[in-house]
C-alpha cells in the first residue's frame, strides 16, 4: 500500500472530514501509486490522516473511505453495508411492505465515494465511478451477499466510461427485468438498459407528495421518463394525466406500468419535445404540472445554457397551470445550486407574469442521504409552487 504525504497545513482541511482530498494537497516530490489503488494519508511528520482509493489524473486525487487506521477490504464494506442497512430502517425505508426498491449505498452520503449500491427487490445493482471501487467490486459483492444471503439472487455491475476495470455485466444470477413496489405502486425496472441503474429513486417521497394531492385533479407530467409522477397521480384518482417525453422508448416503457397497475381510460402519452409541447397553443392548462428534466448541466462550463434551458422550459410550464394549481420543479444538475436554482425559477414566475408562492423545497430521498461535511451531495432541488392567477 502506498503512503502519500500531505503538505505541511493541509491535513487541516481533512479534520473537517471532507472525503474529498485535492492534487494541490499532496506533496509532489513522492511516488505516485496505481489507478484506483487503496493509499494511506499521513501530514508532513508522517502521523495517519485517513485512507482512500487514490485517482490518477484527476483533481480529486484521493476519495478518503475512513479516517481511521483501518483496511479497506471485504469486512470494510461487510460493515459500511451492514450500517447503511440500519439507517434505512431507521427512516422507514427498509420494513416498508409497500416498498421493495430503495437505494442502499449513496456515495459520500454513505462514506463510500465513488460507489452507489440500488436495490430492485431481489437485483441489487452495484454502479461504480471511481476506478477504486471497480478494483474492489469483488468485495463489495461479496459483502452485499453477506448482508442480503439468498432475499438478493442477482448482482448486476455498471460502470462509468472509464472507470470500470470490469465490463458492466452480472456477478451474480442473469436477470435483467423486474417488477418493483414504491408506496404500493408498480413499476418495470430493466436494470440492464434503463437510465442510472434502472429507475429514479431519489424522486420516491416527491411523487408521494405529488399523489397526496391528485385526486380529482389534472395533471401534465413532463419528462416523464417512464411515468413515476403519472402513475402516483393516477393511483391517487387523478381525473386526467398526460405524459410527456421525447424519448419513445421511455414512452413504451409507461407504457407497460399503466398496464402492470390496471391504469387506462384517463391518461395520455405524447412522445414530444416537451419545450414545443408546452407551447403549443392546442394544450390546455392543468391543475398540477411537473418539470422534471435530465441534468442539462453536468459540468460549470455547460451551467449558462442550462440555466436559460430550466428558465424557458419553466416559464412555459407556469404558463399552462390553472390559477390555485401547482408546479412542481426540479433540477438534478449538480453544479445549479439551490440558490441558482432558486433565481432561475423566480426569473421564469417573472417572465410568466404569474403571481406564485413558494409552498415547499423539495430534495432526494432519505435514501439518497447527504454527508454534512459534504454538502457537495445534495444534488436534486425541487420547489412546489402554488400559483395563484
Known sequence: MTTLKLLPGKEKSVQRRHPWIFSGALQTKQVLPEDGEVVTLTDHKGNFVARGHYQAGSSIAVRVLSFEDIPIDRQFYNQIIAKALVYRKSVGIIGNKDTNAYRLLHGEGDGVPGLIVDIYHDIAVIQVHSSGMSRQIEFIAGAIQSNFGDTINTVYFRSEEGTGAKPNGFLMGIKDEVVVLENGVKFKVNV???????????QRENRALLGSLSENKSVLNCFCYTGGFSMYALANKASDVHSVDISQKAMDLLEENLAINGFSGNHSSHCANVLSFLNSDDIPAFDIVIV???????????????IQAYKRVNEAALKKVKPGGFLFTFSCSQVVGTQLFHDTIMAACIESGRKVRIVKHLSQGADHPVNIYHPEGHYLKGLMLYVED
Do not use: E, M, W, Y
Not at 440492464?192 to 431519489?202: A, E, I, P, S, W
Not at 422534471?292 to 442550462?306: G, I, Q, V, Y
Open 192 to 202: 440492464v438498459t434503463g437510465q442510472k441503474t434502472g429507475f429514479f429513486l431519489d
Open 292 to 306: 422534471d428534466p435530465p441534468a442539462f448541466a453536468k459540468s460549470l462550463n455547460k451551467r449558462h445554457n442550462a
